[in-house]
């Protein structure tokens, strides 16, 4: 940045604020006032102001080229940036492509392995007895239970849906749910 660009934004910033319109407004109010009341010998520019409209005059005619100034290279900057926003979105779009493609290819993927998939004859089952949810379930394990705290709530004596007998059942996602193989057991 040259000292002219440091010298514009400097200069529109302090143009900008309540403290500069402030100053000015206590410096015109200052200048009339000694202007009108001081002794006549001591006053500098007499009632029509004149030197007042001079300064002003001066001020309007130079702040305008620097605020253009400032306002010019602010666009530049802005265009700058507007370059590089649209670099970003294009490569960012780019990505979006890449990944979309790579999505499709995995929903073809998992949509070509659900058509080699075996068909089973039956979902999970509604009631498990608690002797074949320890053995097919997929919470437990050679013994061990794996799962979360078990609750049991739904515990009643009715028919095991894995190997038919009456007895006390509960849902199958007591269990974590069935692996596969146990709708074998009763064809």
């Not at 492509?97 to 979902?123: V, W, Y």
């Not at 997929?138 to 007998?165: E, L, M, N, Q």
């Not at 996602?173 to 009763?186: A, H, I, S, V």
């Amino acid at each position: 940045m040259t000292l002219g660009e440091k010298l514009s934004e400097f200069v529109s910033k302090q143009l900008g604020t309540w403290k500069f319109v402030f100053f000015l407004s206590a410096a015109t109010a200052f200048w009339i006032t000694w202007n009108t009341h001081s002794p006549r010998s001591k006053r500098f520019d007499p009632y029509p102001f004149v030197a007042l409209n001079l300064c002003y005059s001066f001020l309007a005619g130079y702040t305008a080229p620097i605020l253009l100034m400032s306002a010019s290279r602010q666009a530049e900057l802005d265009r700058k940036r507007s370059i590089e926003n649209l670099e970003i979105d294009r490569m960012d779009h780019a990505h979006i492509h890449a990944m979309l493609h790579k999505i499709k290819a995995i929903e073809e993927d998992i949509e070509s392995a659900m058509k080699l998939r075996p068909e089973t004859s039956k979902t999970q089952p509604d009631w498990v007895c608690d002797d074949c949810g320890r053995e097919w379930g997929r919470w437990w394990d050679g013994g061990a239970y794996s799962g979360p705290a078990p609750h049991f709530s739904t515990h009643h004596i009715d028919t095991c849906d894995v190997c038919k007998k009456t007895k006390s059942v509960t849902e199958a996602r007591d269990y974590g749910f069935l692996r596969k193989g146990w709708d074998r057991l009763n064809p």
